[in-house]
């Protein structure tokens, strides 16, 4: 994190956690995001292969909700992606009306770069941690969520 983003931001707001926590993550959400635009691709969909990986197939829905996303949103970046040949979009044989995405061998490739491009990013914004700082924040940040 460059030393314009602690001097832009008032310090007495830096020692709330909050919104330190929300800072931090909007830098780190613009460094993820940058660094895919660098190699052409969207940090999105990134998410939207990581979810299908690992939860496997889903419908458009159930996607969405995993990622907070708008379900319009998800069906334009399902689309790119189809086309793409990342994601395959199949009629869901227990109701017709509904579609079951799934990630293609293409997909899993795709998604190997974009960890690559997430480690870097992240990698980057957290240079000033060591690694048991980096260990720490990211056990507590977990156990955050789960709380």
Request: net charge neutral; charged share 30%; proline share 3%.
């Amino acid at each position: 994190m460059s030393t314009e983003d602690h001097v832009s931001r008032p310090p007495e707001l830096l020692r709330l956690p909050g919104f330190a926590l929300a800072h931090l993550g909007r830098v780190v959400r613009g460094a993820i995001r940058a660094a895919f635009v660098d190699h052409g691709l969207a940090s999105q969909a990134h998410f939207v292969l990581a979810c299908l990986d690992e939860y496997g197939t889903q419908s458009q829905r159930e996607l969405a909700d995993r990622l907070a996303m708008d379900r319009s949103d998800l069906t334009k970046l399902v689309d790119k992606l189809e086309q793409a040949g990342e994601v395959r979009r199949e009629p869901d044989p227990k109701d017709r009306r509904r579609y079951q995405l799934s990630i293609t061998r293409s997909g899993k490739t795709t998604l190997k770069r974009g960890i690559q491009i997430m480690d870097e990013a992240t990698n980057e914004v957290l240079a000033g941690l060591t690694t048991q700082e980096r260990a720490a924040l990211e056990q507590l940040v977990l156990r955050a969520l789960d709380g």
